[in-house]
C-alpha cells in the first residue's frame, strides 16, 4: 500500500469494489419507521439483494423489513461483511472500535459512515486494523448513481461511459 | 442534514465531451447508442412491495411519465452536468420552469426580488400571474447591489435575475448578488437561457438555482418547447425556517422531511415527485430528444452564434442609419467589462439596435428583411428579428419597457448561424430602404 486513502474522494472504481464484495450488512442507527433515512437505505439494499441486520437498542427485539433488531453489533450472531454507520461523527468512534474488536470472529471488512458523518481517528484505527472505510456517502446513493439508477431521477451521476452494461438474468 | 456535493474522484469529462455523453449511455437491453424515445406514460411494477417502495420514494425508479420518464431523464443529467449542478428538473417551457422554481420556495405572502430588466413574459409572469397564489414580486434594479439589500424583507425567499438578459445585453453581477443572497439565507436564482451554459454558469459563481428556456439554444432548431431547473445542491435549506416545503414534514407525502431524507437531491426529487406531479408541466418525451440533439453541437453553436452576432453588432454600430446598438459584446456596451468577466467565450447572440426615424423606420426595418425571419423566438438557427414593445414586452407599462430596454424604438435580433454575409447585407438593404 502506498500512501494514506483520501477521504475526500473515492474514485467510482474503489466504491464499486466494496459493494460488489459485500453480501450483508449491520446497520447500527437502524430505525423501525418507515420514513425515516435509514429504512429507506436498508429498504433499497434489501431489495438490492443485500442482507441487512439492523442495530439499535430501543428497537432491540423488534422486526425491521422481516429482520430481527439487534441491541449491538456484539449480539449479532452471524458474520457480516461491513457495518453502515447512521450515528453522529463522534458516536461513529465508539461504533468503529467495536466492529475492530469483533472483527475477526464476525468476518467484517469495512465500515460505510453515512452523510454527514466522518471520524477521520476512527478511520486510521480501522484502516490499522485492515478494515477499510468510507465516511460521509450513502451505500444506496452509491449503489444507484454507479448503476445508472440515480439518473433516472434527473441527478448529474457523473458516470460517464459508451459500454453496453450486460443485462443478467436474475 | 448538510449540503453535499457528490465528491467522486474520476476525472472530470470536459465540456464538449458531457454535452454528448452525460445521461445516456448505450442502452443496455438492445445497446441502441442515440437515447431512445420512450413514448410512453406508466411503467410496470415488479410486485406490489416494488409499487409501494416507487411511491414512497424509498427506491429509484418510473412511475408515470407526469413525474418521470426515461427519455426525459436523459435531458435532465446532461443539462445538470453542462451546469455543474447536482440534479435538473425538465419542464414543459421555461416559464414552467421559473414556477417550478418557485413553487417549492414559496407559500403565500411571500415575497422575493426580481430584476427590472428581465424577458418581458417573466415580468409579467411574476407581477401578474404570480399575484393570484399571493406570491410578491419586487422588481429593483440589480445594476447597483443596494438596491437588492434594500429591498430585502423577513418574507422574501428569493433572488431572480437573468445572467444575460433578453432582450438588451444586459449583464448581471451574479458574485455579488450571490453574496447578498448568502448574508439572507436565501437562494439566487438565475435565468441562464440567453448565455447557455456553454457561455456562463451561473453556480461557479454562487447561484443555487438554474432555470433555462431550453425552447431556445439548448434545443437550437426552433422545434421544441422546454424548461429545466438545475439545482446545485449547494443550499442549506435548514439553515432557518423559511423553506418549511424542504426541510419541513411534508403533508403529501406523510411527514416526509425531503431536506433530511434526501440531502443534496431534495430539491430535484421535490421538484419531480410534488412540483411536477401537482403541476403537471411534464415536457414531451418527443420535445425531450429533440432538445438532446440540440445539446450535442451546443459549444460549435454557440460559437457561431457568438462570432456572428458580434460582426453583425459591429457593422450596425458603423452604420450612418443607425441611431444606437446595445450589445454588450461592443466595447460601447455598460455591461462590457461584466461580460468579459462572466461571458469571456461570448456576449451571446441576441441584442437590441434602434434606427434613426424611431418607431417607423423600425417596424420597416423588421419587413423589409428578406432572410431575418419576423417572429416571437430567439435562439433558433435561423436569424430572427422582432419589435419587442409591441410583441414579447407588449404586455409591460412604458415605463417597465424602456427598464426592461425594450423602448418604442427597440429593435431585437436573434443571430443564427448563416453566412455573416448575406446576414449583414439584408440588414443593410432592409435599414437603407427604411430610411428613404
Ligand atoms: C430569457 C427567457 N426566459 C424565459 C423564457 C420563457 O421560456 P418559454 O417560452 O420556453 O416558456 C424566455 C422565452 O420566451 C426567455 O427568452
Redesign the pocket.
Known amino acids: 500500500m502506498s500512501g494514506k486513502i483520501d477521504h475526500d474522494s473515492y474514485s467510482d472504481a474503489t466504491l464499486r469494489n466494496l459493494l460488489n464484495s459485500v453480501k450483508s450488512v449491520a446497520v447500527v442507527g437502524a430505525s423501525p419507521n418507515w420514513n425515516r433515512p435509514s429504512y429507506f437505505v436498508m429498504k433499497y439494499l434489501q431489495d438490492k439483494g443485500y442482507r441487512i441486520l439492523p442495530v439499535n437498542p430501543r428497537a432491540a427485539g423488534e422486526e425491521i423489513l422481516g429482520e430481527k433488531v439487534y441491541v449491538s453489533l456484539a449480539e449479532i450472531p452471524d458474520s457480516f461483511d461491513m457495518v453502515d454507520v447512521f450515528r453522529n461523527s463522534e458516536v461513529a468512534g465508539a461504533v468503529t472500535d467495536e466492529a475492530i474488536a469483533l472483527k475477526d470472529e464476525r468476518d467484517i471488512k469495512a465500515i460505510w459512515m453515512q452523510l454527514t458523518v466522518r471520524n477521520d481517528a476512527a478511520a486510521a484505527r480501522a484502516e490499522a486494523a485492515g478494515l477499510q472505510v468510507v465516511m460521509d456517502r450513502c451505500p444506496k446513493i452509491e449503489f444507484g448513481r454507479l448503476n445508472s439508477e440515480l439518473s433516472w431521477g434527473g441527478f448529474n451521476s457523473k458516470v460517464i461511459s459508451a459500454k453496453r452494461r450486460k443485462v443478467r438474468i436474475g | 442534514m448538510s449540503p453535499k456535493q457528490d465528491k467522486a474522484a474520476e476525472p472530470k469529462f470536459g465540456f464538449e465531451t458531457r454535452m454528448i455523453h452525460a445521461g445516456a449511455q448505450p442502452e443496455p437491453v438492445t445497446g441502441a447508442r442515440q437515447t431512445p424515445i420512450h413514448q410512453n406514460t406508466s411503467y410496470v411494477f415488479h410486485d406490489a412491495e416494488h409499487a409501494a417502495s416507487l411511491f414512497n420514494l424509498q427506491t429509484f425508479g418510473f412511475i408515470y411519465s407526469r413525474l418521470t420518464n426515461p427519455t426525459v431523464a436523459v435531458l435532465e443529467e446532461r443539462i445538470a452536468s453542462l451546469e455543474d449542478g447536482r440534479g435538473g428538473t425538465c419542464c414543459a ?4 420552469a421559473q414556477l417550478l422554481a418557485f413553487f417549492a420556495l414559496m407559500e403565500p405572502g411571500d415575497s422575493f426580488i426580481a430584476s427590472n430588466r428581465l ?1 418581458g ?2 415580468i409579467t409572469q411574476f407581477g401578474k400571474t404570480f399575484k393570484k397564489f399571493d406570491w410578491r414580486a419586487k422588481f429593483v434594479d440589480v445594476d447597483d447591489p443596494q438596491n437588492v439589500r434594500d429591498a430585502l424583507t423577513p418574507d422574501c425567499k428569493a433572488i431572480f435575475v ?1 445572467s444575460l438578459a ?1 432582450p438588451g445585453g444586459v449583464v448581471s453581477d451574479l458574485e455579488a448578488l450571490s453574496s447578498i443572497a448568502k448574508d439572507a439565507g436565501i437562494p439566487l436564482i438565475v ?1 441562464n ?2 448565455a447557455t451554459p456553454y457561455l456562463c454558469r451561473p453556480i461557479e459563481w454562487g447561484a443555487d438555482l438554474v432555470v433555462h ?1 431550453t ?2 439554444f439548448l434545443s437550437g432548431n426552433g422545434t421544441s ?3 429545466c431547473v438545475v439545482d446545485s445542491g449547494n443550499f442549506d435549506w435548514a439553515q432557518n425556517d423559511k423553506f418549511p416545503g424542504l426541510a419541513g414534514p411534508e403533508p403529501a407525502y406523510h411527514g416526509l422531511n425531503f431536506y433530511e431524507t434526501f440531502g443534496d437531491m431534495a430539491f430535484t426529487t421535490h421538484a419531480h415527485a410534488i412540483g411536477l406531479r401537482d403541476l403537471g408541466s411534464t415536457m414531451a418525451p418527443m420535445n425531450a430528444f429533440q432538445t438532446i440533439l440540440g445539446c450535442e453541437t451546443l459549444a460549435l453553436r454557440m460559437e457561431r452564434h457568438c462570432e456572428n452576432a458580434r460582426k453583425v453588432a459591429e457593422f450596425l454600430e458603423a452604420h450612418p442609419a443607425v441611431a444606437w446598438v446595445s450589445c454588450a459584446a461592443l466595447p460601447s456596451s455598460p455591461y462590457h467589462a461584466l461580460a468579459q468577466k462572466y461571458l469571456p467565450k461570448g456576449a451571446g447572440a441576441v441584442f437590441t439596435f434602434g434606427v434613426k426615424g424611431g418607431y417607423e423606420a423600425g417596424t420597416r426595418v423588421v419587413e423589409n428583411c428578406e432572410i431575418f425571419s419576423h417572429l416571437a423566438n ?1 435562439g433558433d438557427a435561423r436569424s430572427l428579428i422582432l419589435h419587442p414593445a409591441s410583441t414579447t414586452h407588449r404586455q409591460l407599462s412604458e415605463e417597465q419597457q424602456q427598464a426592461a430596454g425594450a423602448g418604442p424604438d427597440v429593435i431585437r435580433l436573434s443571430i443564427g448561424l448563416e453566412t455573416l454575409e448575406d446576414l449583414i447585407a439584408d440588414l443593410d438593404q432592409a435599414i437603407t430602404a427604411a430610411s428613404r
Open positions: 417551457s421555461g416559464h414552467a424577458y413574459g417573466s437573468e433578453n435565468d437561457t440567453m428556456s425552447t431556445k418547447l422546454g424548461g430567439i
